[in-house]
């Protein structure tokens, strides 16, 4: 995920964010209102807590045994007349589809949203090659009409609101096709309408699709997109030639597998009963649908995370952003504050694992957390995240860098202190003694912790004088 490597750490970028009302606003009122649904929609299954341990079960099975199921997997694609591909990195799958799109002659492709494409920089990678990419979702074609960066999982547009898209589609549209309707207003109906008309024109001339998949079942070799607006089917059926790039990590074993998740997600993510569209494809069939399919397999840091016993556990993850919902740092500090195209709770562990923590946004991002569980409540697969957050803050601790040398060498020290109670003793006396002396607030990196709370008052007398004093 080379793109945002450049941004700031997320203490900078998130004070800077939490300064703009109209962000703070837009987002306050979609998270609410998107998380209000959800539970709504759980509430209505009694079953929900036992269909979460099963998804849970399901992912952690498929985990352990992912070699097998991948294997299984190709094996079923190349059955069905599809191409597998292995990419180890980012560079090697933008190089495999870009060669494909050469492939065809063409010099443009149409796109369903995908978060993996976006993790390995694929439009920055096709344009490179003098290759247009354009985003069909409606959430992602606001995004890029306005040269922006998606800041939500499922509505990556969430920072905006409608006078913002009006103006948008008002300004970018003709650049990039089909211009928007004279006069158009924030009507979300006007919008929808703008936007469809503007994306008609590029599927009815597409003849090579981008895709990613939500799931993918080893038995058959069949891919799955869920989702709510019909754009992404136009993109899996029309074009003669068709490229899905899917992390490894999607895979399940058998369609009863998939039948669990096809109920945890839909109400996790938009708060439906069932998606309305759900795209299922089989390799290629003569006469109906793309002529010529391309799978992608992505790794691009995930063994990495296999290999990790507590991080692992992160793969489970089916990219529902219940837990972006729930969670009061994004809520207040929004999603371009974690510099990934994952943000939020989910983005703060995953992040750090496939890209490491050596730059300072990466090793800052296990720190955008207040720890308050609430992420890993409604996580829909039982991802601890607070537990795999302290495992990664331990990590970064462990690599020093700014801050960490000081807190290691506290943490030394105290571990030393508490270790003599002699010395634990004495030191109690004379901050009593002191006490008058004390500062309201800490000096240095602590002085951001005390901008809000007071450090507390030491007693004049230490508990264990006290009981030495007045016990029988």
């Keep these: 995920m080379p793109t945002f490597l450049g941004m700031p750490a997320f203490p900078q970028a998130a004070a800077r964010a939490v300064r703009d009302e109209r962000l703070r606003a837009n987002l306050r009122r979609a998270t609410h209102t998107i998380r209000d649904k959800r539970a709504r929609a759980v509430a209505e299954l009694e079953d929900w807590e036992r269909l979460r341990a099963a998804g849970t079960a399901i992912k952690d099975h498929t985990l352990r045994h992912l070699d097998r199921y991948l294997v299984q997997l190709e094996e079923a ?58 985003e069909t979702d409606l959430a992602e074609l606001i995004v890029q009409l306005g040269e922006d960066r998606p800041s939500h999982i499922l509505v990556p547009a969430i920072h905006r609101n409608r006078g913002e898209i009006r103006e948008i589609f008002a300004e970018r549209m003709a650049a990039w096709g089909r211009p928007a309707p004279e006069g158009l207003t924030d009507s979300p109906a006007e919008l929808a309408e703008a936007a469809r008309l503007h994306l008609r024109e590029k599927f009815l001339r597409a003849r090579v699709a981008v895709s990613g998949a939500n799931f993918m079942v080893a038995e058959t070799g069949t891919l799955v997109v869920v989702e709510s607006e019909g754009n992404g089917r136009m993109c899996l059926t029309l074009p003669r030639t068709l490229i899905s790039v899917v992390g490894i990590e999607k895979v399940v074993p058998t369609w009863r597998d998939l039948e669990v998740f096809l109920q945890l997600l839909p109400r996790s993510s938009t708060a439906e009963r069932m998606n309305p569209y759900t795209s299922l494809w089989t390799g290629v069939s003569e006469g109906d649908g793309p002529s010529e399919f391309h799978l992608v397999l992505l790794d691009n840091g ?166 030495r004093r007045n016990r029988p």
């Design 302 to 467: 995930r063994t990495g995370i296999l290999a990790d016993e507590v991080g692992r556990q992160t793969l489970r993850c089916i990219r529902c952003s219940a837990c972006l919902n729930v969670c009061p740092v994004y809520e207040r500090a929004g999603g371009h504050a974690y510099g990934s195209v994952y943000p939020g709770p989910i983005g703060a562990v995953l992040t750090p694992q496939l890209r490491g923590t050596a730059s300072p946004v990466d090793a800052s991002l296990p720190y955008a957390s207040s720890l308050c569980g609430a992420c890993y409540e409604v996580c829909p697969v039982a991802i601890d995240i607070p537990e795999v957050l302290v495992h990664l803050r331990e990590k970064v601790a462990e690599q020093g860098g700014h801050g960490h040398r000081l807190e290691r060498a506290a943490m030394g020290a105290a571990g030393y202190v508490l270790d003599h109670p002699a010395v634990l003793a004495a030191a109690e006396r004379l901050a009593g003694r002191t006490r008058a002396l004390h500062p309201r607030r800490l000096p240095g990196p602590g002085r951001a912790w005390t901008d809000s709370r007071d450090l507390p008052e030491v007693p004049a007398e230490p508990f264990r004088d006290w009981w």
């Design 77 to 134: 694609v190349t059955a069905a007349g599809g191409t597998v591909h292995w990419a180890a990195d980012a560079e090697e799958a933008n190089r495999i589809v870009a060669d494909l799109v050469r492939t065809t002659g063409e010099g443009e492709v149409v796109k369903v949203k995908s978060m993996a494409t976006q993790e390995i920089g694929l439009n920055e990678a096709l344009a490179a090659e003098g290759i247009t990419a354009y």
